[in-house]
């Protein structure tokens, strides 16, 4: 590997938020909601809605934009830059990965990203895609009633609640220690209650890319006013692969991104030559296909399992590993990871992202458009880091994306060193190591293309 194109750490190469609610926003304005103010909201929205969202959001305000084309709208958390800190010239905008809300980027007060990146003086907004934490459907969205893809679901999570008390019979020999036939029973009631929703999970990644992410960012940039129009941005996982598709679009058709700077985080468009965790998720494609399943419930199922992969026996602990090294997130934070910050995605969009796993990478929806084939007519700075025990996205696979970005422009760099600490996945921006390895990075790397 090029030397000039990378810097190595330490010399080594290495809620539960439910499913959208109902508010009653029309779809066709913005809106914003001033948190902690409880006389100066919209008269539109009702006390019960606030006060729902007062308890789950824990930005200082909290934005809603309506998604063309859709019933939903999307929710932007918005942390205010610190009095005390530099004045920016750029807001910054935050993307999360597949089926995660904006708690990812504030889990808890020794590692929020977000409270960091406003207290070093940037006007922070986390998004929240379709589907994803408080992002909503409008009220007069008319609901489906019983259908055949409502009883698959309802099926897939019955079959599953049925393994799962096997499980626990032989761990802990029908003592019910674990209390997990409860703790499923209950998951489960609060799932089909949602089922009626299924029918409006029906996006794909591209859909995220031309509507909810644009939609997001002129808002921001109509709030924010910046002097050139611009934006920062940071994505984790699939959020710095929407960065990237955005990148390499805008450099196919000759347009200006909007973005003056963006770090991605563990992202990648082509996980096909690395040993990626992901390859083994590709069996499940034809048979999700041929059954017609129209979603998958992450948050559901992993809040299921949550007693077995933290608690003893750790029959499952072998997922932790696929979301933190061993000893970089605290269990607490971990456990706030798995029941407060997922959600539910669509199978659409998870077969859209299986691309990436394929020869050539990431494509769109028709399959025509390979997105790491434009990526080098970008002409904005990219900060692009890897964890040395990422087994989701190992550090190869970063850097098969970040090779192609013209030289001048990209900084690649793996964090880990052989005596530790060591970063997972989740670890960049969890990890009780990275707000004195990671954050100050990405903050310097930002503030050297905050210039106009």
């Not at 929703?197 to 109509?222: C, G, K, Q």
């Not at 985080?265 to 082509?270: E, G, N």
């Not at 979301?323 to 997130?329: F, G, R, V």
């Not at 659409?348 to 020869?359: E, G, I, M, S």
């Amino acid at each position: 590997m090029d030397t000039l194109r990378f810097e190595l750490s330490s010399a080594c190469f290495t809620s539960a938020v439910a499913a959208p609610s109902l508010h009653s926003h029309s779809r066709h304005f913005f809106s914003s909601l001033q948190l902690g103010r409880v006389g100066s909201s919209s008269p539109a929205i009702t006390s019960v809605a606030r006060t729902t969202e007062n308890e789950i959001c824990t930005a200082d305000e909290l934005h809603y934009v309506p998604v063309p084309n859709s019933d939903w709208r999307v929710a932007l958390w918005r942390y205010l830059p610190s009095q005390k800190a530099p004045k920016r010239n750029h807001p910054l905008l935050l993307l999360s990965g597949i089926g995660t809300n904006a708690v990812t980027y504030d889990l808890s007060p020794k590692c929020s990203f977000a409270r960091f990146m406003s207290g070093s003086g940037f006007d922070t907004w986390i998004l929240e895609l379709r589907g994803a934490g408080l992002s909503s459907l409008s009220v007069d969205t008319n609901l489906g009633k019983g259908n055949s893809q409502q009883r698959i679901v309802s099926n897939l999570l019955e079959n599953f609640i049925s393994v799962s008390e096997r499980l626990e019979n032989v761990l802990d020999g029908g003592s019910k220690i674990l209390g997990m036939q409860d703790r499923l029973s209950k998951r489960a009631g609060d799932f089909k209650q949602r089922l009626e929703l299924i029918p409006h999970y029906n996006w794909d990644f591209d859909n995220y890319l031309e509507e909810d992410v644009l939609s997001a960012m002129n808002y921001v940039r109509t709030q924010t006013k910046s002097k050139d129009g611009k934006l920062l941005a940071v994505g984790h996982s699939m959020g710095g692969i929407l960065l990237y598709a955005l990148l390499s679009r805008c450099g196919f058709k000759g347009m200006d991104s909007g973005l003056a700077a963006v770090t991605t985080l563990a992202s990648t468009f082509d996980y096909s030559s690395s040993g990626t965790l992901l390859k083994y998720l590709l069996p499940m494609k034809e048979p999700a296909q041929a059954i017609n399943l129209p979603i998958m419930p992450i948050d559901t199922m992993l809040a299921m399992v949550h007693p077995l992969m933290c608690r003893p026996p750790y029959a499952l602990s072998w997922l932790t590993a696929n979301i933190s090294a061993p000893q970089m997130m605290d269990p607490e934070v971990i456990e706030k990871l798995v029941l407060n910050s997922l959600s539910t995605v669509p199978v659409k969009l998870l077969l859209q992202l299986t691309t990436a796993v394929d020869h050539g990478g990431l494509r769109d929806r028709t399959g025509t458009f390979c997105y790491k084939d434009h990526i080098s007519k970008s002409n904005v700075p990219i900060l692009a880091l890897a964890g040395d025990w990422d087994i989701i996205c190992p550090p190869d696979a970063v850097y098969d994306t970040v090779k192609l970005i013209p030289e001048h422009l990209a900084t690649f760099k793996v964090l880990g060193s052989p005596g530790g600490p060591h970063y997972g996945h989740q670890d960049l921006i969890s990890g009780r190591s990275a707000p004195n390895e990671v954050y100050p990075l990405i903050t310097r790397f930002l503030q050297q293309h905050d210039e106009i």
